[in-house]
């Protein structure tokens, strides 16, 4: 148990759906992100919550929306995805933004769009 | 631009030698470096890091060295087990006013037995 519970593991959407991907951590950090990892790339930065208010906001396209209701829940939405957006969804959280340490991550969402 | 990058996409050893992992950053202005093992079907985890005031740090069987004058980082693993086989990320804070890490594009470590 890595701290970061990432639900669920594997998602397969259509282009019209709605889904949302659930990220929790159990580890008392104030920050929480948002990666996605795409075969053959870096993982890229998508969103940054610190103390629930969004910090950061990577140019992602409105298809993807992020919800943080408190410190220890984070939500990506997603709607009318393309195939491109295929990619493991990766969920981070650290002590605070800003501050000393590195990331804890959850396990992921595979994504696939269809 | 920032960038992290890492020098072999693939590395193959044989177990029980010793494996070196590289990694040059561009930002020199960075102050923290980390090092992290992905493992198939799993999200990335911490190994061992560095902050920009030291040269060397040592885990167990893990050390990171970081040259500073030309911008690298290596990650250094001793007695190479098959259990060390993954995918394995440097990532760099590039500035001191924000958290953000920013991310190479991997080394793969298949260990043969």
């Known amino acids: 148990e890595t701290g970061v519970t990432q639900t669920p593991r594997h998602l397969v959407m259509g282009m019209t759906n709605k889904k949302s991907l659930k990220c929790e951590q159990h580890?008392?950090?104030?920050?929480m992100y948002w990666y996605k990892q795409s075969a053959k790339k870096p993982l890229e930065l998508m969103f940054v919550?610190?103390?629930?208010?969004r910090v950061e906001n990577n140019s992602v396209p409105s298809r993807f929306s992020p919800e943080c209701p408190n410190s220890s829940h984070l939500f990506l939405h997603l709607h009318t995805l393309q195939p491109e957006d295929s990619a493991l969804y990766l969920c981070?959280?650290?002590?605070?933004w800003g501050e000393g340490d590195g990331y804890t991550f959850g396990s992921g969402t595979r994504l696939t769009v269809v | 631009g920032e960038s992290v990058g890492l020098h072999l996409p693939t590395l193959s050893v044989q177990e029980g030698d010793n494996s070196i992992i590289n990694c040059a950053y561009s930002?020199?202005?960075?102050?923290?470096f980390i090092w992290y093992k992905q493992e198939s079907g799993k999200g990335p985890q911490f190994i061992i890091d560095?902050?920009?005031?030291?040269d060397k740090r040592q885990g167990q069987r893990v050390t990171v060295l970081l040259n500073k004058t030309v911008k690298h980082l290596s990650l250094q693993i001793a007695a190479t087990q098959p259990g060390d086989s993954a995918v394995y990320f440097c990532?760099?804070?590039?500035?001191?006013?924000?958290?953000?890490?920013?991310f190479g594009q991997g080394t793969t470590l298949q260990v043969k037995p």
């Open positions: 981070a959280s650290s002590q605070g």
């Open positions: 930002n020199s202005a960075s102050d923290y």
């Open positions: 560095i902050r920009s005031n030291m």
């Open positions: 990532a760099e804070r590039g500035s001191s006013n924000t958290g953000k890490l920013i």
């Open positions: 580890l008392g950090h104030n920050a």
């Open positions: 919550y610190s103390l629930e208010e």
